[in-house]
């Protein structure tokens, strides 16, 4: 039987009450002195301090809020609640409020409307302020532009973090609940959100409407030690303001769950991308992995995109294309060269380069070439996700002069491209290991621009632009060949060593023969090493070489530099990027392993769960000896391990117009189960091995390979191998959901197996021109010659279940 919503006034004690149908969440409305909510309660238990929840501004003159107001007007109805004439301010600026609270399913609807008297400017406005019982009540809040705020991190009295978004929804992991506040501007109004501890031990969360952008008030500052006022001060007119919020409880361990996965911790995965995962989101248009109680993002980084696909949540997504327009817009030079890292302040600058208002700059350590590929990678792997064709489009220019300018980087012509130092001697980096000097032909950077090459010119063909997806391919092929090459012959392949070495200076010197792990691993995962013994050797030594040190993760390195190759502070090993262990690069390593030996890969993967339910992998690295966390520098990629596991072990691998799965199953994740959203879709996937379903409210299919599938309208259309070369289009007359399974699909014979009953109309493409095939019916064979396109057509009513099978004679 239905609850009806329960709205309960109490003229004496001027209080309202109201409750949702499933009583989950309650408000107590408290207007005895002044106006507040003074009880949010989840599941009958009140999560407020007693400061509650109100409304507040603040100028130079004071703070006032509506606690202040007197003799309010209260209109309580059987499904609404006005509160009128909530009048507060000075004499020099006053405000009158009206709130409108209402019940829609289980939300509770909330209208602030604000009139302000006359122009002024604020300090701080809060529409309204929630001020929470203690920082242990939430866990933290997933933030509506894909990042989070960690509770644990605001740690001091007024540590602060501002963003520009309104929308939150906080959880609890041990009750399971959740409260998530929507919250929308009126009239074209700008939101943001500051998350802070209060001088009373509160967790708040206060929310702006202003008519302008808030600029941060602290240089780039997103996140403030011990100060409250994020914000920069903001001009008011006279007027109103309003605001929609709904608040409405939310079943945490249900909405975010990982889905049914054997062998695998999903609730250390779940909480690992929330928090760690979601850390690296400064704010819109900010994604990065240093994150946001630095202030700071690297954009040498290739692994943003890869982490939205794991998170798999609509508003990362949508921040990380929003953060790669920013890219392409503040951070790309006329000449192509992507500047390597954000921050809130010119610290980290090399020298002249930092821009004050956008925040983009080369950093001291030297140019960090990685940003290019970054960039790159990031943007292709991102149109995969969003699958915008008009997005990708305009970055098509950005892409090839961000390739370009690194191409024209060889001065030898040897197809290998060049750093912007020529010798370890100059004492500058040219990538991501910040504090080693490589220099001139660089293998990691080499390696990244391979997969970058080859990403960009699929999807210049995917933009019908088939010159430049040749060149980007053969300028590829080139850089593969030499790069394989041995030492000898200027390639980075050491026979003697059994590795390949992190770089040459220009003297032709060789230098980082000291089994880095990020370089040889690169080479493997991007698919510039494809010798079988190549691949044994290496990732046999890695192996070998942890588990003799029992590491619970890959070192950067296993054997030290030499002193010329590192900076100062680096000379001792281990110590920091000389031989610690630094898990961001950990998805590398699982994508080598699992095209060798899966199970290792999983290992590594389950050890760094572990070590998330140990410490929350709140570290920058962890130490080579202790194995302990170092450095005040939260990396949000050391969850890579971790989205590895969806991309190369699930093998989620969405592409821009189909969902994909590319499974690399073990037996002991045999049962994994678990919903996925791609593009507005919800899919269900099942794997085991060589048995893999997905299915929508619209099409089941089963297969024992790899494939991707779209549906449209009544079109389905099947993609062998999640590959575009071959398609099947299933189009069903009534629209009733297609169970299709794959019997066999390989070269020249295509099998399969419909169980849903209709009308069917079936096109095979991929198929040679204008030549015979035999296609059967439930084992009833006839002949049919494929058309001038390379298409097969064929029309069935299957009154039962029906087999189809179409091979070539």
């Known amino acids: ?106 939300k509770i609807l909330w209208n602030i409307d604000r009139k302000y008297n006359t122009l002024a400017k604020l300090e701080e406005t809060a529409f309204p302020q929630w001020n929470f019982a203690d920082l242990s009540v939430w866990k933290g809040g997933i933030i509506d532009n894909g990042g989070m705020v960690w509770c644990k991190y605001l740690s001091n009295i007024n540590d602060t973090y501002g963003v520009h978004t309104g929308g939150v929804t906080f959880w609890n992991p041990e009750s399971g609940n959740g409260l998530r506040i929507t919250a929308q501007p009126k009239d074209g109004k700008y939101i943001a959100t500051k998350y802070s501890k209060s001088d009373k031990n509160e967790f708040t969360c206060t929310q702006f409407v202003t008519d302008t952008e808030l600029e941060p008030r602290y240089n780039r500052n997103r996140f403030v030690h011990q100060k409250s006022d994020v914000f920069v001060p903001f001009d008011v007119q006279k007027g109103s303001v309003s605001i929609d919020l709904e608040i409405q409880y939310v079943d945490y361990l249900t909405d975010y769950s990982r889905g049914n996965l054997p062998g695998i911790d999903a609730d250390a995965v779940r909480e690992l991308m929330n928090t760690t995962g979601r850390y690296g989101v400064v704010d819109n248009t900010i994604v990065g992995a240093n994150g946001w109680i630095t202030n700071w993002k690297c954009l040498h980084e290739p692994f943003f995109s890869q982490i939205g696909m794991a998170l798999n949540d609509e508003n990362y997504t949508k921040n990380m294309s929003s953060t790669l327009d920013a890219e392409r817009d503040y951070a790309l030079t006329s000449e192509g060269r992507v500047l390597s890292r954000w921050h809130n302040t010119d610290e980290d600058q090399m020298p002249g380069t930092y821009n004050y208002k956008t925040g983009y700059y080369e950093a001291r350590w030297g140019y960090t070439i990685d940003s290019q590929t970054g960039y790159v990678i990031n943007t292709t792997e991102q149109f995969d996700l969003c699958g915008d064709l008009n997005w990708l489009r305009s970055h098509k220019e950005s892409c090839e002069k961000a390739l370009d300018w690194l191409i024209k980087r060889d001065s030898n012509d040897n197809g290998i491209f060049e750093m912007m130092n020529d010798y370890t001697s100059q004492g500058i980096a040219s990538d991501w290991l910040d504090i080693v000097w490589a220099s001139f032909e660089n293998a990691f950077v080499n390696a990244q621009m391979y997969e970058a090459l080859n990403l960009w010119a699929d999807c210049e063909a995917i933009l019908g632009d088939r010159t430049k997806s040749d060149y980007y391919h053969s300028v590829g092929s080139r850089l593969k060949e030499n790069f394989n090459k041995p030492v000898s012959e200027g390639g980075f392949w050491a026979p003697q060593k059994k590795q390949y070495i992190y770089w040459r200076d220009k003297d032709g010197s060789v230098h980082g023969d000291n089994f880095v792990t990020p370089v040889n691993f690169a080479v493997i995962a991007f698919g510039l090493c494809d010798d079988e013994k190549r691949i044994k050797i290496i990732l046999d030594e890695v192996e070998k070489r942890t588990a003799a040190e029992n590491l619970f993760h890959w070192p950067l390195c296993f054997d030290s530099y030499q002193k010329e190759e590192v900076a100062a502070s680096q000379k001792v090993f281990p110590t920091y990027e000389n031989g610690d262990i630094f898990p961001t690069w950990g998805y590398l390593g699982v994508r080598s392993y699992v095209g060798y030996k899966k199970d290792i890969a999983l ?207």
């Open 603 to 809: 290992k590594y993967i389950k050890n760094i769960l572990e070590q998330y339910k140990e410490d929350g992998l709140s570290s920058q690295r962890y130490s080579r000896t202790t194995q302990k966390g170092l450095g005040s520098d939260i990396l949000a990629g050391i969850c890579t391990s971790v989205t590895a596991l969806y991309r190369d072990i699930y093998g989620i691998r969405p592409k821009w117009n189909r969902m994909g799965l590319e499974p690399n199953m073990l037996k002991e994740l045999d049962g994994t189960e678990f919903n996925y959203k791609l593009r507005g879709t919800d899919y269900n996937l099942k794997l085991n091995v060589n048995d893999y379903t997905m299915s929508t409210n619209k099409f089941k299919i089963k297969s024992k390979g790899y494939f991707g599938a779209d549906m449209s309208d009544l079109s389905l259309i099947f993609f062998p191998n999640n590959e575009d070369s071959m398609t099947l289009t299933i189009v069903a007359e009534s629209g009733i959901p297609i169970n299709m399974e794959i019997v066999e699909w390989k070269s020249d014979t295509y099998s399969w197996k419909i169980s849903s009953l209709d009308n069917y109309e079936f096109r095979l493409t991929g198929l040679e021109p204008d030549i015979i095939y035999t296609y059967s019916i439930d084992g009833k064979a006839q002949n049919i010659r494929a058309e001038d396109n390379g298409s097969i057509f064929i029309s069935h009513h299957c009154i039962n279940p029906t087999k189809f099978s179409i091979k070539r004679m």
């Open 1 to 106: 039987m239905d609850i009806e919503p329960a709205i309960i006034h109490n003229a004496g004690a001027k209080t309202i009450l109201i409750s949702v149908p499933d009583r989950e969440l309650s408000i107590l409305i408290d207007y005895s002195k002044g106006s507040k909510i003074s009880q949010l309660n989840i599941k009958g238990k009140n999560t407020l301090s007693p400061s509650g929840v109100y409304t507040a501004f603040s100028t130079r003159g004071g703070v006032f809020s509506s606690v202040d107001a007197e003799q309010m007007k209260v209109e309580v109805a059987q499904s609404m609640i006005k509160l009128s004439n909530i009048i507060y301010g000075d004499n020099a600026i006053e405000v009158n409020e009206t709130w409108t609270l209402s019940i829609t399913n289980n």
